[in-house]
């Protein structure tokens, strides 16, 4: 099995920083595209920053010019740098990953259990 395990959430005032990571473990041959997503209470998942096993990232609007994500291979690891957060950026955050699984070769998604960010004063 492949298991995802974020870390890193937290209460931060507007206007600070936080970091947020995810590590990849398990029956793993290949990572494939990784991406964090976000649920608020009320709203539907979203997703949040993705970026590509080449390194090629994609944002969502709302968060472009202030999240960054960065991934390390050799660690299985993926990062979310969040500057400037804002209250509206309060919610559960969630890693995604596409793996090629070791065990049978085939290539599954998979999901963390989420990490809280809140963003208030």
């Known amino acids: 099995q492949v298991q995802l395990v974020e870390s890193g959430g937290g209460l931060v005032q507007p206007g600070g920083s936080l970091s947020v990571s995810c590590a990849a473990s398990?029956?793993?041959?290949?990572?494939?595209?990784m991406g964090w997503f976000r649920q608020a209470p009320g709203k539907q998942r979203e997703l949040v920053a993705s970026?590509?096993?080449?390194?090629?990232?994609n944002y969502a609007d709302s968060v472009k010019g202030r999240f960054t994500v960065s991934r390390d291979n050799a660690k299985n690891m993926m990062y979310l740098q969040m500057n400037s957060l804002k209250p509206e950026d309060t919610a559960v955050y969630y890693c995604?990953?596409?793996?090629?699984?070791?065990?049978?070769?085939?290539?599954?998604?998979?999901w963390g259990q989420g990490t809280q960010v809140a963003v208030s004063s």
């Open positions: 398990g029956s793993i041959f290949r990572i494939g595209d």
């Open positions: 995604y990953t596409r793996v090629l699984n070791s065990l049978n070769f085939t290539w599954g998604d998979y």
């Open positions: 970026i590509a096993s080449g390194g090629s990232t």
